[in-house]
């Protein structure tokens, strides 16, 4: 005897079955019904491919029936258009990015995709939603999120948070693409309308002159004064510095390691700065952090931002000065001072790409000095 699904009347008179209720929708598509014990039951969709498999798709709990044809009919649709009929989470889709990009790109670039993934989209709620059932809404929401423990008063942390968010989404966008060209999902609908943040004006890098680096030095508290020291005779990230304990230092072989956006690297030191950690080191444990506060404690943005505005403050030098202006101007001391490129970067933590183009000019500058000074003609 046919069943009907159609009415509430007529599913409360089924027989509660795992089987679901069957209702044709077209040729090789249905909509089922399943009947529990209790409760309203639950609805789901399945496909016959032209393989003659067939596919299946929970739709959850609708009210009525003609809810749940018009939740199953885009999976139809997508799927006849070609579509794979596996439901994808946007998990499984960025980890199969990542695969990719080891496989056609690089080890580099896969590991930064994996990185922002695992910061941002992993364990998140949005990783759990099914690639196909993702929203406009849903990938704004994520965006925004990256902003929420920013200083909206502070313009250069904002700026800088909304630069690194657009550069999340940049690689977000890119692995939802590539489902997109694999045929696991139909529509770029989800994200395309999802644009990076305006830009805020590029960050001014603020140069200290030899005086300059001296009068803040002095404006400094004794603990942030080392802090500042270790950066310019390093040119580290801040934050590099401040997690760096004194086993990381080894004085026999004159060198300092760091743990920073492009993972763990060594770094060779100069006999000053040898000097100086050495002393820094000295009668402390191997956990205990080199460059520490006053109290021992770690040092982190919030610990030094104020202070380090009243030591720039102190030192009668512009507003715009911040303590990653010290890393720009040891950066660009290494540069002029005629140190290769590759070494900079190796030393600095960031890529040539990023050497150059950021401090290009400087080694320009420098090749020509050494072209005034040869006879060509």
Known sequence: MKTNIKTKTDRQKLTPRREPYWERIRG?????FRKLESGEGTWIARWRGEDGKQHYRALGEFSDFDAAVKDAVPWFDQTEGGTSPKATTVEATCKEYVEHLKTHKSEATAKDAKGRFNRLVYGKAIARTELN?????????WLNAQLADVDAEDAEDLRRAKDSANRNLASFKAALNFALKSHLVATDAAWKTVTPFPRSGKRRERFLTLEERRQLLAACPADLQTLVHALLITAARPGEIAAATAGDFDRKAGTLALQGKTGRRIVSLSSAALEFFTKAAKGKLPSAYLVARVDGSQWNKDAWKKVFSRAVKGAHLPTDVV???VRHTAISEMIASGIDSFIVARLAGTSTAMIDKHYGHLRHDRTRAKLDQARMV
């Open 133 to 141: 059932r993702l929203k406009s809404s849903d990938v704004r929401k």
């Open 323 to 325: 303590l990653y202006s």
């Open 28 to 32: 090789g598509a249905y909509v089922g």
